[in-house]
């Protein structure tokens, strides 16, 4: 008889982002809440991060989602959010990717109708609304991070690009929001590649430039995302549309435009006054798959005006699984695995 690893995985996708959610095969981890649970993992066990997301069994561009209690009662559950980049505390297509699973396997009661629950992240509580017809979960709307400006029209030297306009909001992380046109790009699928090279050095010039920190949780690492901004077009009165792509990783534009880059769109569209309380803003992806995020309002927060915001997507799930994980395989590490895996003897 031998101890065997496995993890439960449900594969799901939002606007082409893959998330992994991770179901079963975990034991209980540390930590009086959801937050403090994340701390524990990106502190004293990474193993599981590293093993869904790198070779053999994952890709970088894919993202995991564990299940776990939550902390707070009014809650159906809890979930930490793993990235290449580490542990974000909040993303909306890994929100929307794991309440379309919660409801798809039964974990959450599936309703007809409009369904409303609460999760909580790493960053607390969120709203789900869920659009449930004929059995089919079809839509997902879920509560932004609040969202504010942290700079507004700053220029740097790049080189090879030359001198860059960027502003900078937080949604989660931070983000340099860059006009892609400025850059010479329409933001189609054939200039993927180039847009990841173009990402990288803009954010690789800023972090060595300068840092930034959040009005209360402070320095939160060195700024990670780069959001391309299309021309925005007006379809209704309250209705905006704008091609986007997001850069999260040296090498990796997000299949998706992603929730919380949606959301430092809004953030910035108010900044600027082109926007009001109840328009929404589509963004629209290399693959033409897209999130609506709804501006609700403002509220003050110190100096910041933090925008209120709501993202809304549609996930699909691609596959039940079971991973066995082999420690005997050279190119799996299992040092920071065992002690928080389930074994089980085959």
């Known amino acids: 008889m031998k ?14 982002d893959v998330s992994r959610i991770v179901t079963g095969g975990v034991d209980p981890l540390p930590g009086a809440t959801v937050r403090q649970r994340m701390e524990y993992l990106r502190d004293d066990a ?12 994952g890709a970088p561009e894919m993202s995991v989602d564990l299940i776990v209690p939550p902390s707070d009662p009014r809650a ?5 959010i793993m990235e290449v980049m580490g542990y974000p505390i909040y993303s909306g297509s890994n929100t929307i990717c794991t309440a379309t699973a919660l409801l798809e396997s039964g974990l959450v009661p599936k309703r007809e109708g409009h369904q409303h629950f609460l999760l909580e992240s790493p960053a607390g509580l969120v709203q789900i609304d869920a659009r449930i017809e004929n059995g089919v979960v079809e839509a997902i709307t879920c509560g932004g991070l609040p969202s504010y400006i942290d700079t507004h029209r700053a220029s740097i030297h790049v080189p090879h690009l030359g001198d860059i306009s960027y ?28 847009l990841a090279r173009c990402a990288g050095a803009i954010v690789e010039a800023i972090q060595a430039e300068r840092g930034f920190s959040h009005y209360t949780l402070g320095d939160v690492g060195p700024l990670p995302f780069l959001h391309f901004m299309g021309p925005v077009e ?7 549309r704008s091609r986007s792509a997001t850069y999260v990783h040296p090498g990796v534009i997000c299949r998706s435009t992603t929730g919380t880059g949606t959301s430092a769109r ?3 569209m108010h900044h600027e006054g082109e926007i009001r309380p109840g ?17 609700l309002g403002v509220e003050q927060a110190g100096a910041h005006d933090v925008v209120r915001n709501t993202i809304t997507g549609k996930g699909h799930v691609l596959a039940r699984s ?21 074994s089980r003897h085959g």
């Open 3 to 16: 101890n065997e690893l496995t993890l439960q995985l449900i594969d799901t996708h939002a606007g082409g």
């Open 46 to 57: 990474d193993g599981m991060r590293r093993l869904l997301l790198e070779e053999p069994y």
């Open 76 to 80: 159906e559950t809890g979930y930490i």
């Open 167 to 194: 502003s900078v909001a937080y949604s989660g992380g931070f983000y340099a929001l860059v006009d892609a046109r400025d850059l010479g790009f329409h933001l189609t699928r054939d200039e993927e590649r180039d």
């Open 234 to 240: 007006q379809v209704a009165d309250d209705f905006y």
């Open 266 to 268: 809004l953030a910035l």
């Open 279 to 295: 328009d929404k803003l589509e963004t629209v992806s290399l693959r033409e798959s897209g999130f609506i995020g709804e501006f």
């Open 322 to 342: 079971e991973v066995v994980v082999n420690c005997d395989d050279p190119m799996v590490e299992c040092g920071g695995l065992h002690h928080i895996l389930t």
